[in-house]
């Protein structure tokens, strides 16, 4: 009986050794795919819910161990996971991301030069009545939209004047382009409070808050982060209407990354 306590207590200390001589430090540089940096980036570790942003030189450290998943996050990016081996732990990791491609649409010329640029630039060059046309469209299409959507009606713009035997052809191109831009459009609005308290209601119910509760946060102190990030993050005017939970969980991490600087919180 005697030897087996004896067994135990050296089994113990040696148990809870390994365990702690497990966690250790992971550190690095975020650049983009052209050598720059892209500060700040959240680095999360997936596997033990710990997070950090680079520095404003794409540096970085965060408590890792081996086998842990890292991910690093950058709006206008593609996220990047990496599994930590045991030789990550020797140097700093140089970490890549790959910027999000915007296409552009293919253009196909039609016409086949000739070799005459007297006759070439007749085909190729578009008048100055058709560039005017383009310059009056592309100002009307940034031009905010300052009038409430029409009803299921059809416009006077589309109707011809049987009398003059004539349509408006201007009338007709300026209402097609109007109705597009007003039915294809989200446009971003102030929150009133009432919108403002169903956004931070669904927050709670659908995001992963358990980043918060780690520190030890209850939840009226953790309705008070959400309502300090939706003051500094403007989270409600730009996601209620387009609630994106992977941008929410990220604005929250680099809301709280500022918010625990000014405030003694419980690392668990």
Not at 237 to 253: C, G, M, P, Q, S
């Amino acid at each position: 009986m005697r030897t087996y306590i004896k067994q135990s207590l050296y089994t113990v200390p040696l148990f809870i050794s390994a365990e702690f001589f497990s966690q250790q430090q992971a550190t690095g540089i975020v650049t983009d795919n052209g050598k720059s940096n892209i500060n700040p980036v959240l680095i999360i570790n997936v596997s033990n819910q710990k997070s950090t942003l680079s520095d404003a030189s794409g540096k970085f450290s965060i408590e890792a161990s081996e086998n842990d998943e890292l991910r690093f996050v950058k709006e206008g990016y593609y996220r990047m996971d990496k599994k930590m081996g045991k030789e990550n732990f020797n140097s700093p990791l140089m970490v890549s991301l790959e910027k999000v491609e915007i296409e552009i649409p293919e253009v196909k010329i039609t016409y086949k030069p000739t070799g005459n640029l007297e006759r070439d630039n007749k085909h190729l060059n578009e008048s100055r009545k058709v560039v005017s046309l383009r310059s009056e469209l592309d100002e009307y299409m940034k031009s905010p939209m300052n009038e409430a959507l029409p009803d299921n009606t059809i416009s006077k713009s589309f109707k011809q004047d049987y009398g003059a035997g004539q349509v408006s052809i201007l009338g007709v191109l300026d209402a097609a382009v109007g109705l597009f831009k007003k039915a294809t459009e989200l446009k971003i609005t102030k929150a009133n409070f009432t919108e403002t308290q169903d956004f931070i209601k669904k927050v709670k119910q659908e995001a992963d808050l358990t980043f918060l509760t780690k520190y030890g946060m209850g939840e009226e102190q953790i309705d008070q982060f959400l309502l300090y990030a939706n003051d500094t993050r403007t989270m409600a005017k730009k996601f209620r209407k387009n609630f994106k939970i992977d941008v929410v969980e990220y604005e929250l991490r680099v809301a709280f990354a500022e918010y625990r600087k000014t405030r003694k919180l419980d690392n668990l």
